[in-house]
């Protein structure tokens, strides 16, 4: 890959305060990008941008309110003056409950982050985008929402979204010069981990054909190709970082 690939790039990450979303960050801003973290900690956001390169800014928001979404986006124009990259990476994981015992408001706020969340963003970005004919979406969704995972029900439902939205907005930009794809990570060694019981952890793992969870840094390479020119052929994909454990 050519050298700093994305310098003159602006860059949104979604939940980039800490975990999967800020190794993102510091990936994009490592290749050249000015990186935006937009997260739901004003404080977490600001710690985190400090700490980048390029002179990231962050930007709170909560991205399941569509009024926060797009004040944030707004402010990112405002200051930076372009945005050529959104990577959709916020999400809660929700609590381990088979469906019988689901609370509507457990379902509501995984769904909310992950999957409206994904619509709010990406739709505040197409609309820049499409002015200029030119832009990368990708968001992050999971193995779960391709296998299903038992306790998991709303956050296996909403990254199974994230997918389906993924491939449905990538047809409708084909033209306006907008690539859209999203990743699906087995279990990776994030903060997200500290709301599953570790035997479930230990479970999840030992599907996983590697032997070991995966490493943030790993997922941000993948996504790194797809938002370079590396991939200029690659839209309404869905890239699996599972370390073997899909099988399709």
Known sequence: MNQQPLAGKTAVVTGAAQGIGNAIARRLAAEGARVVILDISQEGAER??????????GIHADISKAE????????????????????????????????????????????????????????????????HQSGVIVSVASISGKEGNANMAPYSVSKAGVICFTKTLAKEVLTDGIRVN?????????????GIDPERVDFLTSKIPLGRLGKPEEVAATILFL????STFATGACFDVSGGRATY
Do not use: Y
């Open 48 to 57: 985190a941008a400090a700490d980048l390169e390029n002179d990231a800014i």
């Open 68 to 131: 926060d979404v797009d004040l944030a986006f707004s402010e990112v124009i405002e200051r930076l003056g372009q945005l050529d990259i959104l990577v959709n990476n916020a999400g809660v994981v929700g609590t381990d409950t088979p469906v019988k015992d689901l609370e509507e408001s457990d379902w509501d706020s995984v769904l909310g982050v992950n999957l409206k969340g994904t619509f709010l963003c990406s739709r505040a970005a197409v609309n820049h985008m499409i002015e």
């Open 182 to 194: 999203c990743v699906a990570p087995a279990l990776i060694d994030s903060p997200l981990l500290d």
């Open 227 to 230: 938002v370079s020119d590396e």
